[in-house]
């Protein structure tokens, strides 16, 4: 399937300080999709990116897919001890059928 | 309550005894599938089901099987469990035949001796 890589694999941030977590791939993909997973939980949906170029916000998320549709980033303002956990991208192979996850990016948030 | 629902939640047995892990979903999903996470590997795709009786391989379906018999259920089983089958099992569903937004089980955490 269509490999994505996700940087950086942990990240340990003081509360209110930014956070970015990034996801490359060597291929153009189809879209992307974010998931966030609490420590002991199950991954939950955020959102999905289709278009090149596109930015959406969620509150203090901001998620970014690339022009080229090869990358896309995702970055929280002032982080907050509740953005604790492991936050995925994921993409969808040129079936439609297949989503191939990155490793993720654990957050940690020191109050 | 819309959700998906994993059974059982903890499991712990021997190579070569074989077992079955229900998923199950009251949405009335298209899309179904399996998925292991392993520390450091992320979530990776076992299985997947598009419609009813029609499923395909992921990126690590050795040793699992599935079936999707009815629309709500796809069961995971494992013929003869093996240690490096050791893993936390996630099932997940969506709405429309495509990887759409996928909602995810509670998870099963198997434990092989």
């Known amino acids: 399937g269509q490999q994505v890589m996700q940087i950086p694999q942990y990240q340990h941030v003081q509360e209110g300080e930014d956070f970015t977590t990034y996801c490359n791939s060597s291929?153009?993909?189809?879209?992307i999709q974010w998931y966030k997973q609490r420590p002991g939980g199950h991954p939950v949906f955020l959102i999905q990116l289709v278009k090149s170029g596109e930015v959406k916000k969620q509150k203090r998320l901001t998620f970014q897919f690339g022009e080229a549709k090869k990358n896309s980033s995702l970055h929280i303002t002032a982080t907050q001890t509740t953005d604790v956990g492991t936050y995925f991208c994921?993409?969808?192979?040129?079936?439609?059928?297949?989503?191939?996850f990155g490793k993720g990016t654990s957050l940690l948030v020191t109050p | 309550e819309a959700q998906v629902t994993q059974n059982p939640r903890y499991l712990i047995t021997v190579t070569g005894k074989k077992l079955t892990v229900t998923c199950s979903q009251n949405?009335?999903?298209?899309?179904m599938s399996w998925y292991r996470q392993d520390p450091g590997l992320g979530l990776r795709q076992i299985y997947y089901s598009m419609n009813v009786e029609v499923t395909d391989k992921g990126d690590v379906p050795e040793g699992y099987k599935v079936s999707r018999k009815e629309k709500r259920n796809f069961p995971l089983i494992l013929e003869s469990p093996s240690p490096n089958q050791t893993s936390l099992y996630f099932c997940?569903?969506?709405?429309?035949?495509?990887?759409?937004?996928?909602?995810f089980g509670p998870g099963t955490r198997l434990t092989v001796l």
């Open positions: 994921a993409s969808t192979s040129n079936s439609g059928y297949a989503l191939n």
């Open positions: 997940a569903s969506s709405f429309s035949r495509r990887t759409d937004t996928q909602y």
């Open positions: 291929t153009t993909l189809s879209n």
């Open positions: 949405m009335n999903h298209e899309y």
